[in-house]
Nanobody, 122 residues
Framework: QVQLVESGGGLVQPGGSLRLSCAAS????????MAWYSQAPGKQRELVAG???????NYADSVKGRFTISRDNAKNTAYLQMNSLKPEDTAVYYC????????????????WGQGTQVAVSS
């Protein structure tokens, strides 16, 4: 069973930092592409940053230079380091996996975590 458990969200002042974590289970983590999406109230969910199993990274233009995505394959965990936060970064942040389930017969998986709230306000 695939599980993605996000943590690290919270309330922070503008200019502050947060580090989001996404702990994965039930997948072949090292072969899976991981990504963080954000969804602000009344808006569509959009890609923030992605990292492939081979380590290729891409960012939304709005977060380049401020956010850093990384992964620790030994811990089956993906991270999003968020610096210089702005009020417009306020959203629910979701972890997403595009990869393969673990077990004797791996199958393709496309799965979302439950989300973690990030609020940037003074």
């Amino acid at each position: 069973q695939v599980q993605l458990v996000e943590s690290g969200g919270g309330l922070v002042q503008p200019g502050g930092s947060l580090r989001l974590s996404c702990a994965a289970s039930g997948i072949i983590f090292s072969f899976s592409d991981m990504a963080w999406y954000s969804q602000a109230p009344g808006k569509q969910r959009e890609l923030v940053a992605g990292i492939t199993g081979s380590g290729s990274i891409n960012y939304a233009d709005s977060v380049k230079g401020r956010f850093t995505i990384s992964r620790d394959n030994a811990k089956n965990t993906a991270y999003l380091q968020m610096n210089s936060l702005k009020p417009e970064d306020t959203a629910v942040y979701y972890c997403h996996v595009d990869g393969y389930s673990s077990g004797s017969r791996p199958t393709k998986v496309d799965y979302w975590g439950q989300g973690t709230q990030v609020a940037v306000s003074s």
